[in-house]
């Protein structure tokens, strides 16, 4: 069933609250302004068989539309259409919980549960005539059209669902954008995956399409490419190497050299114990993975697991990193390198995070691949709520995280021996590299560790750490800041309550006393005056 919305007619708008909080951000109200003059059609796909259909009925509409209310305030020529029908949802457990149940039956039954006319609904058939939205896993989705291109806006597995004003913005954006930012994720050499579930892989950050701050939710592209029988786009806008465990062969490592040379932006992230391999890509850049890996003596976690701090270079490039640098929040990396910057090289280096030096140290020893690697493939049990996506099983370090801190650290891994060639911090764990050729700025990263971008250790909670907002960070820097759309606003100005030591005990008289008391009083006189009566 595809039924048109009314459009407002003539609305007048006042916000009176002290930072427009009912008002489009700055960078929103500019994404809307570009859109011109040319009619937006919103058109939501909503599944009877998905468990947001809730979200999609038809008693729900002036709810939706009044999460566009905002946009329609400065783009009243916005469409909207809802699209019914029913169709299985891609989800491996569905049919587990409906045994020998076919699909039409099953419609039958939740139209009889939600109290809807099947027959308004397409079938699976009638549906895949118009569109495919099996890539969206069936679920309740939106797709914006807007001058002949299109693009979909999700709904999110988290507790506020609808995508917020960045989400919208992101994909309002990529409507009217010529060139999508692309980042291209090197495969082949037993990289980390961006499209697995497993710990030590790249499936949140990218391209998991429920979670709300995925590159693929915040305005970019990704994809895979596979060097040994690819060339390198010239229209990516970064080109990740996220651990390689094999080495490159000549025709591949040419590319990258080449890629390089001509300018292109680069993040590439090793691991110890694979210095052999990363740093020969290194040796260009004036940086260099060092010999055996950093330790950091902390009394809760595994030495393996290092927490470097934020420098200010790192906090300038976005305000989120801004706030968690005051705030001192750290990095969580499992297993990481130091890395050593030669002086005079082709680039200006830029520390982004630093270990403390007092706690840490960079340890001469050949790791042990049992003690510092991720698991491989399995699937961690996850459920995702705000930003933080809680992983494990309840105990104090959940998943993965078992192996490197429920055991007592070996008594040499803490122990520091300059002797042996131990060096003290503070150490740097990722570098910025910028420098200016072909008429534009080259940006790369480099980072020791490859596990701070994985999906165990942006789903990390028995640290308080800036994993994500840090991830997210490098892409944007990458982007120039024109993806994730910025819709930060300013602090609350009414947060403080200034009060005295009298002015406390006037309240606590007030409170407990004579307010209580009157209403004492007041209850009493009402129930003498109704016995009289």
Not at 475 to 495: L, M, N, V, Y
Not at 507 to 527: A, E
Request: charge should be neutral.
């Amino acid at each position: 069933m595809d039924i048109s919305a009314r459009k407002p007619s003539l609305t007048g708008y006042v916000d009176a609250t002290s930072n427009q909080y009912l008002t489009l951000t700055a960078n929103a109200k500019k994404v809307i302004k570009e859109m011109g003059d040319k009619p937006l059609e919103v058109t939501s796909y909503v599944n009877l068989l998905d468990n947001r259909f809730w979200y999609g009925k038809p008693e729900q509409r002036n709810i939706d539309l009044a999460r566009w209310e905002p946009y329609l305030r400065y783009k009243p020529d916005i469409g909207f259409k809802y699209v019914y029908y029913y169709d299985s949802p891609v989800d491996k457990n569905f049919f587990k919980y409906n045994p020998g149940v076919g699909l039409a039956q099953l419609a039958e039954r939740y139209a009889k549960s939600f109290k809807v006319n099947l027959r308004s609904f397409e079938t699976p058939a009638e549906i895949g005539k118009t569109i495919d939205l099996r890539p969206e896993k069936n679920r309740y989705v939106m797709e914006l059209q807007y001058n002949g291109r299109k693009t979909f806006l999700r709904l999110f597995d988290d507790r506020d669902v609808f995508p917020s004003e960045t989400e919208t913005s992101a994909a309002l954006k990529r409507l009217m954008k010529a060139k999508l930012p692309k980042i291209a994720f090197v495969q082949g050499e037993s990289e980390r995956s961006i499209d697995k579930m497993g710990d030590r892989h790249f499936k949140y950050l990218t391209n998991e399409i429920t979670f709300r701050y995925s590159l693929v939710n915040q305005g970019f592209d990704v994809s895979k490419i596979f060097l040994d029988d690819e060339d390198i786009p010239g229209d990516i806008t970064a080109l990740v190497i996220a651990d390689p465990k094999m080495a490159f062969d000549s025709i591949s490592r040419r590319k990258i050299e080449r890629y390089i040379a001509d300018g292109g932006n680069l993040l590439i992230a090793g691991e110890p114990g694979r210095q052999d391999i990363v740093n020969p890509l290194l040796a260009a850049l004036g940086v260099k993975m060092m010999d055996g890996m950093m330790v950091e003596k902390n009394k809760d976690f595994s030495p393996v697991l290092v927490q470097p701090y934020l420098t200010q270079d790192a906090a300038a490039i976005t305000k989120q990193l801004r706030d968690d640098f005051n705030d001192s929040l750290v990095i969580a990396m499992h297993g990481a390198a130091g890395l050593s910057v030669s002086a005079g090289g082709p680039f200006m280096a830029i520390p982004l995070a630093m270990t403390d030096g007092k706690n840490s140290w960079n340890k001469k020893i050949r790791p042990d691949e049992n003690m510092i690697e991720m698991a491989e493939d399995e699937e961690t049990p996850r459920s995702m709520g705000g930003s933080m996506i809680s992983i494990g099983d309840g105990s104090e370090s959940g998943g993965r995280h078992k192996k490197a801190e429920a055991s007592d650290p070996d008594p040499d891994m803490l122990r520091y021996d300059p002797g042996k060639g131990d060096q003290r911090g503070p150490l740097s764990a990722i570098v910025g590299l910028t420098r200016k050729i072909n008429g534009r700025e080259q940006r790369i990263v480099v980072a020791g560790d490859a596990d701070f971008l994985s999906n165990a250790e942006l789903g990390r909670y028995n640290i308080k750490t800036c994993n994500f907002d840090f991830s997210t960070a490098i892409f944007s820097w990458f982007a120039h800041g024109e993806f994730p759309i910025d819709t930060s606003r300013p602090p609350s100005q009414d947060k403080r309550l200034n009060i005295t030591d009298s002015g406390l005990a006037f309240l606590k008289v007030m409170l407990m006393g004579i307010l209580p008391g009157l209403l004492l009083v007041f209850g009493s006189v009402l129930l003498i005056r109704r016995k009289r009566k």
